[in-house]
């Protein structure tokens, strides 16, 4: 079955970067978009963007433009964001889900404090 | 971008009872192939969102059919029938019609 494994909980300092991945099993990894959404503590969803790991293309929403950069290793089925010049903003559950959102991860929290 | 939203912020339900939920688009979500491009998700406490409805009207695997949902190009309806106690948490819509994708605010559902 479809599984959507992400990376723990990060604490991290304002003004540096972090990466969390999605590891994916159970269908083709190479052939469907991974989507990346984030919901701030309380918050609804915002969608951050997506890459299609078979060739690397990606789409950001504009309001992550220079914030979130999307990447994939085929070879380990894995996806990953990388977040940086981190604020308290960015304090938030970021999660993978699959097109349509039919496979979520199970997020993980990014808590940026000093 | 396209607005979605969802009223009421919340809902008490008595088990077994109904509850709707409506989502109101900015902007017209039926796609030039002809798809209405409206999704419902729900998020249990705790727990990652999981897709119940997708292109508007269509049951994803293995949500019961106590869920469904209707609408017109900008106006849709989620209806929960029989309401169970594992249906609370907060519910959301959301679009893909065209960048950037959006979601409504939610609602949040309770059991009286």
């Known amino acids: 079955q479809v599984q959507l494994q992400q990376s723990g909980a990060e604490l991290v300092k304002p003004g540096s970067s972090v990466k969390i991945s999605c590891k994916a099993s159970?269908?083709?990894?190479?052939?469907?978009?991974m989507h990346w959404i984030k919901q701030q503590p309380g918050n609804g969803l915002e969608w951050i963007g997506w890459i299609y790991p078979g060739n690397g293309n990606t789409k950001y929403n504009q309001k992550f433009n220079g914030k979130a950069t999307l990447t994939a290793d085929k070879s380990s089925s894995t996806a990953y964001m990388q977040l940086s010049s981190l604020t308290s903003e960015d304090s938030a559950v970021y999660f993978c889900?699959?097109?349509?959102?039919?496979?979520w991860g199970q997020g993980t929290l990014v808590t940026v404090s000093s | 971008d396209i607005v979605l939203t969802q009223a009421p912020l919340s809902v008490s339900v008595t088990p077994g009872e109904s509850a709707s939920i409506s989502c109101r688009s900015s902007k017209s979500l039926l796609s030039s192939k002809g798809i209405t491009s409206l999704y419902w998700y729900l998020q249990r406490p705790g727990k990652s969102p999981q897709l119940l409805i997708y292109q508007m009207s269509n049951l994803a695997s293995g949500v019961p059919d106590r869920f469904s949902s209707s609408g017109s190009e900008t106006d849709f309806t989620l209806k929960i029938s029989k309401v169970e106690t594992e249906d609370v948490g907060v519910y959301y819509c959301g679009h893909r019609l065209e960048y950037p994708f959006t979601f409504g605010s939610g609602t949040k559902l309770e059991i009286k």
């Open positions: 889900a699959t097109p349509l959102g039919a496979y």
């Open positions: 159970g269908y083709t990894f190479t052939s469907y978009d």
